[in-house]
């Protein structure tokens, strides 16, 4: 199995803050990457495929970058409905795997 | 837009068999060019793909899950089911059906809201 570690973990930012949550392969998944948004009780969303492509409809302050093993993702200006955890995803092997995640809270 | 609904018993007993099914609607599974797949996610945790089903009824399946998983694929009624087999405590979770984005990236675009099913006698 490809192994995802996300971090950190947990995050505390405020409204407007810059934020970077980090994704890493156990191994290459070349842009085999996709990250998720999910609130409580519902169910994820998808934000960024492919390692940088925006889904259609998802904020532009929503970004993807990276490649090989190392993944980020960055939400320029934070807004308040953007608190929630945030998953990676590989899908380079069929067996898809995702990574711990992240829940962003306010601070 | 596509719809998927995920339905089935909230409860099943520990050794027995889990089964849901997972309703379409907004689409046409036998369209084909998707993947229809459940994940699952236990209380308070991550996610795990489980598994995945293609129009034409070829699947594949987590190897950690694949001995007691089996996914189905009905077109006439534009549904897929799960079925897994002696479920135990460690099965409680909320189940989802899901379908990729284009065929191709192995991202899932439109997901059910989720089901919850508790293993427990």
């Known amino acids: 199995d490809i192994q995802m570690t996300q971090s950190p973990s947990s995050l505390s930012a405020s409204v407007g803050d810059r934020v970077t949550i980090t994704c890493r392969a156990s191994?290459?998944?070349?842009?085999?990457l996709n990250w998720y948004q999910q609130k409580p009780g519902k169910a994820p969303k998808l934000l960024i495929y492919a390692a940088s492509s925006l889904q259609s409809g998802v904020p532009s302050r929503f970004s993807g970058s990276g490649s090989a093993t190392d993944f980020t993702l960055t939400i320029s200006s934070l807004q308040p409905e953007d608190f929630a955890t945030y998953y990676c995803q590989q899908s380079y092997s069929t067996l898809y795997t995702f990574g711990q995640g992240t829940k962003l809270e306010i601070k | 837009q596509v719809q998927l609904q995920e339905s089935g018993p909230g409860l099943v007993k520990p050794s027995q068999t889990l089964s849901l099914t997972c309703t379409v609607s907004?689409?046409?599974?036998?369209?084909?060019?998707?993947?229809w797949s459940w994940i699952r996610q236990h209380p308070g945790k991550g996610l795990e793909w489980i598994g995945y089903i293609y129009y034409s009824g070829s699947t594949y399946y987590n190897p950690s899950l694949k001995s007691r998983v089996t996914i189905s694929v009905d077109t006439s009624k534009n549904q897929f089911s799960l079925k897994l087999s002696s479920v135990t405590a460690a099965d409680t979770a909320v189940y989802h059906c899901a379908r990729d984005k284009d065929g191709s990236s192995g991202s899932f675009h439109y997901w059910g809201q989720g089901t919850l099913v508790t293993v427990s006698s």
């Open positions: 907004g689409g046409s599974i036998s369209s084909g060019g998707y993947y």
């Open positions: 191994q290459s998944i070349s842009s085999y």
